[in-house]
């Protein structure tokens, strides 16, 4: 392929921000802050935009680690998802400092098509991906209102990662948080345990109730949880229990559903203890992902041609969940995958951190960030690109409303 010369301006830019853009990823990895604590990632990741000339709101729609950097005005706006949070004993057993890196890249390659196209580009701090979800927070502050079409990446195990293209591909669960408290009664476990309500029992129901409910659901729901407290001696009967599940299904409908179904086991595991039930869900849930096949056609053909060539996607359902969901229900959005192992690796580990540091793991930031860039510059370019994935993102939408 041939590049036009924005095609090359676009490369040059990202080129000349190589240095400072691997400098501030390798500052993410080397402190590696968990959801909603990524105040030196943060930091790191606005200053590097302030210094390619990106005007920057720090704390975004009230998120203290959230931020919103901007360059040009007027449409088409184009949003890049930069992450930068770790996960708990992992650290970044996730990658998300190549995500920040490869964000930030890209919106600083496209911003250099503004000399003589109209738009606005825009690269968002996003925290806490891993946990309560920045982006449904960020798009209930309205942050990404005006979005006309939202581009990430996310780093993947070689051999497994690739880039969705056909039906049925590139399609993540929606996720609910749910934290369920017993309350009971404390008493001498072995001299007058008649006195006690065990909070641990009625949690230990609940466990039960949900690994029988598997048998009755879909293939595709995931529902996994583990206790948090549950008592302070053996001698002493637990009055307070509590346990955190997250429950999986393909559709918000269904998680809610999902959640409303736990919530009865929960109800029965009180009836049968005398515990007092507390259900909580700590917060709004994550959304299943819209695919976009007509953006993700346009990342694969630049991955291609940038020479990160990748198996094509067995469709299946979605095992993972991400916020970007929640995005991808506000505009049309598509993510490049990209390998930083040369196998499968179990992911959310510590191998995957170590991977996450090595000078291919950086090319293959660089290279996902070009491709993005390529893809945003096409919808700067071309209005009737971001028509065709607007008409496939309404037709998908209607598809999940009916």
């Not at 990823?25 to 000339?53: Q, R, Y």
């Not at 690994?211 to 002493?236: C, E, F, W």
């Not at 849930?285 to 695919?291: E, G, H, I, L, T």
């Not at 299946?316 to 229900?329: A, K, L, Q």
Request: charged share 20%; hydrophobic share 40%; aromatic share 6%.
């Amino acid at each position: 392929m041939e590049l036009t010369e924005r095609q090359e301006r676009v490369l040059r830019a990202i080129e000349a921000a190589r240095t400072a853009t691997r400098r501030t990823s390798e500052f993410i990895h080397a402190n590696p802050e968990v959801a909603m604590t990524e105040e030196k990632s943060s930091a790191a990741l606005a200053d590097l935009m302030e210094e390619f000339g990106f005007d920057v709101e720090r704390q975004a729609g009230g998120i203290s680690t959230a931020f919103v950097a901007k360059r040009g005005s007027g449409r088409p706006v184009i949003g890049f998802l930069a992450e930068y949070d770790a996960l708990p004993g992992v650290a970044h057993g996730c990658g998300h400092n190549l995500i920040a890196g490869s964000n930030a890249v890209a919106g600083i390659g496209l911003a250099a098509a503004l000399e003589d196209l109209p738009g606005t580009v825009i690269v968002y701090g996003c925290p806490a991906e891993e946990a309560i979800g920045g982006k449904v927070y960020m798009a209930q502050a309205g942050v990404f209102d005006g979005l006309d079409i939202a581009l990430t990446t996310h780093p993947g195990a070689g051999g497994h990662t690739f880039n969705p293209v056909s039906e049925g591909t590139g399609l993540s669960l929606a996720w609910q948080e749910i934290e369920i408290i017993y309350h009971g009664q404390t008493a001498h476990a072995a001299a007058d345990p008649e006195n006690g309500i065990n909070s641990l029992n009625a949690l230990l129901f609940v466990f039960h109730g949900v690994d029988s409910l598997r048998q009755h659901v879909k293939s595709s729901v995931r529902m996994h949880g583990i206790i948090t407290h549950g008592g302070v001696a053996p001698n002493v009967t637990p009055d307070y229990a509590r346990a955190r599940f997250f429950v999986r299904a393909e559709s918000l409908k269904e998680t809610a559903e999902l959640a409303e179904k736990v919530r009865k086991i929960a109800e029965g595991a009180a009836s049968m203890s005398g515990a007092r039930l507390e259900f909580i869900l700590p917060h709004p849930p994550y959304a299943d992902q819209v695919p976009n096949y007509t953006l993700q056609r346009g990342i694969k053909e630049y991955l291609d041609m940038l020479g990160m060539q990748l198996p094509d996607a067995t469709p299946e359902p979605g095992r993972g969940s991400t916020d970007v969901g929640n995005v991808s229900y506000l505009a049309p959005t598509a993510c490049a995958g990209f390998p930083i192992t040369e196998g499968l690796v179990p992911w959310h580990s510590t191998i995957v951190h170590e991977a996450a540091g090595q000078d291919s793991s950086y090319e293959a930031m660089f290279t996902a960030g070009k491709a993005i860039a390529l893809v945003g510059l096409d919808c700067l370019e071309k209005p009737e690109l971001i028509e065709a994935a607007r008409q496939e993102w309404r037709s998908r939408l209607a598809a999940r409303e009916g």
